[in-house]
Nanobody, 124 residues
Framework: QVQLVESGGGLVQAGASLRLSCAAS????????MGWFRQALGKERELVAA????????YYGDSVKGRFTISRDNAKNTVYLQMNSLKPEDTAVYYC?????????????????WGQGTQVTVSS
């Protein structure tokens, strides 16, 4: 497992941008696939975006395609989520997750390490 710490959340107006960061500890970060999930009040946790170990394969949820971009810097042990054109429905706690598998995974059960989450609130 790796330890994950998210940052970059906050309160913004609709149409604004935010960049979330997830810093990982451990020398094996580059071997992990990473995901960003979110959970809004009263809703299930959903996958926002995922990226494989090399960054060469990505996946996006339908609601964020074309607006969000996931990337990673293995030299810095960090994964990012660039969020543009934010909408009130993007309001949620955003979690970073890591999984010891190749490719990308949609099911949160496939990930074995989780951060504490960072709140993103988008006002209309």
């Amino acid at each position: 497992q790796v330890q994950l710490v998210e940052s970059g959340g906050g309160l913004v107006q609709a149409g604004a941008s935010l960049r979330l960061s997830c810093a990982a500890s451990g020398r094996t970060f580059s071997s992990y696939s990473m995901g960003w999930f979110r959970q809004a009040l009263g809703k299930e946790r959903e996958l926002v975006a995922a990226i494989n170990w090399s960054g060469g394969l990505t996946y996006y949820g339908d609601s964020v395609k074309g607006r969000f971009t996931i990337s990673r810097d293995n030299a810095k042990n960090t994964v990012y989520l660039q969020m543009n054109s934010l909408k009130p429905e993007d309001t949620a706690v955003y979690y970073c997750a890591a999984g010891p598998f190749s490719g990308v995974a949609i099911d949160p059960e496939d990930y074995d390490s989780w951060g504490q989450g960072t709140q993103v609130t988008v006002s209309s």
